[in-house]
């Protein structure tokens, strides 16, 4: 029997599942999604996974945890990660997920000391393989850590005044983060304490995610 496609959601939440980002992501998509929870739930479903499905793309989501806890979970994904990084199997990591796959490749994580909330201005060059243009967004973002320099066999497409590696790309792989979170909902901005969101504020960032997710449908 032939094995579905499908796209891998990978929430590294430690206390609360984002299943908004998840439901947003599943509705942009145009294959079914499924949806992993590696530090709540254990890394089982992702390893059954690879005997049901075949993996058309993967979004590492945000989360709490710091990259530099080096939890038994952490490592386990990380593994899963590496071995299923392909030529053709597009990734994205969004904000831990960022942080992660610059941590994996050899960058220093550090925490700021204060968490910044609230829509950034991040600047983007330009993307063949995203189909995007230089262009200017509004994100919205909640974190307290950063990734301090560019891994090898990387480079940054995206900054912005508040943080110089808004996101990374792969130059062979078809693999980018992004610091900003471009899964955003209206009550991921609330639950990140973030009130007064204005109709049409998270179109940027959305958008965005919407061409990376295009790529893979």
Not at 186 to 208: A, H, I, R, T, W
């Amino acid at each position: 029997m032939r094995k579905q496609r499908e796209l891998i959601v990978i929430d590294p939440g430690v206390r609360v599942p984002g299943q908004e980002s998840f439901n947003l992501i599943a509705r942009m998509c145009g294959l079914t999604a499924s949806y992993h929870l590696p530090a709540l739930g254990g890394m089982g479903t992702l390893l059954q996974l690879d005997n049901e499905a075949t993996p058309a793309g993967v979004v590492v989501l945000g989360s709490m945890a710091s990259v530099n806890d080096h939890t038994g979970w952490q490592r386990q994904l990380e593994r899963w990660l590496e071995e299923h990084a392909k030529p053709d199997l597009p990734m994205l990591g969004i904000c831990y997920g960022h942080q992660l796959f610059a941590a994996m490749h050899g960058s220093t994580v550090t925490n700021r000391g204060f968490k910044a909330v609230g829509f950034r201005d991040v600047e983007l060059c330009e993307d063949k393989r995203l189909k995007i243009d230089a262009q200017r967004l509004s994100i919205f973002v909640s974190h307290k850590e950063i990734v301090e320099s560019v891994p090898r066999d990387f480079e940054s497409f995206a900054r912005s005044q508040e943080v110089s590696i808004e996101g990374l790309r792969h130059k062979d792989l078809p693999l980018w983060t992004l610091q900003a979170h471009v899964d955003a909902t209206e009550l991921f901005c609330k639950g990140s304490g973030y009130s007064g969101l204005n109709p049409g504020q998270l179109e940027g960032g959305q958008s965005l995610l919407r061409q990376f997710l295009s790529i893979i449908t």
